[in-house]
């Protein structure tokens, strides 16, 4: 589109007219809901929780027909009083979004293609790199001779998608592989 000097007064005279209105005691904030209920008529509210960190701001998702139309803070939730996060503001689009992925690709070493796999597929091929690499860099004693079971090729990176519980069982689980090295994203 191009832009004309002709065009951008046009524009400037709107923008002033309506900041004109609202100064002259014209309430815009009903027309503004009215336009954010057509939004969401006739949708169920569901309350949730936004998965992106420990905070876990609660969310209200708008879902008509089995589909999510909106979402927003839950003014009533005391940590977030409505207010969300850029990553919690976004929630909906990337639910939403075309660019989701929502299979697994694989990328063979040296090869520049994605290739859709199945979720057993990658959980077998996890589950034998892991196997693998413990069976050939386990440290059983250390250079004195005492026992360590230690594990320093593996380094695990703890998500805020996790609850706390759930983390303290990836922990155990990560130690009773013999891993040593772990960090978390909510520290990083």
């Not at 976004?90 to 660019?99: C, I, V």
């Not at 050939?136 to 250079?143: F, S």
Request: aromatic share 8%; hydrophobic share 40%.
């Amino acid at each position: 589109m191009k832009s004309t000097r002709r065009s951008f007064l046009k524009g400037v005279g709107a923008g002033v007219l309506c900041l004109t209105l609202g100064q002259l005691g014209f309430d815009l904030g009903e027309a503004q809901a009215y336009a954010g209920k057509l939004k969401i008529e006739g949708a169920k509210e569901v309350i949730s929780v936004c998965p992106f960190c420990s905070v876990c701001c609660q969310v209200i998702a708008y879902v008509r027909d089995g589909k999510l139309v909106s979402t927003e803070g839950d003014p009533d939730f005391p940590v977030n009083e409505g207010a969300l996060c850029a990553k919690g503001a976004a929630l909906f689009t990337m639910y939403t979004s075309d660019h989701r992925l929502k299979k697994p690709l694989y990328r063979a070493p040296h090869s520049d293609q994605w290739v859709e796999k199945d979720w057993e597929w990658c959980l077998n091929q996890i589950a034998q790199r892991i196997k693998e690499t413990r069976d050939k860099d386990m440290v059983l004693k250390n250079a004195k001779g005492q026992t360590v079971n230690r594990l320093d090729t593996i380094f695990w990176m703890g998500t805020s998608h996790a609850s706390n519980e759930e983390c303290a069982v990836i922990h155990q689980a990560m130690r009773g592989l013999g891993v040593v090295h772990m960090d978390h994203q909510a520290r990083v």
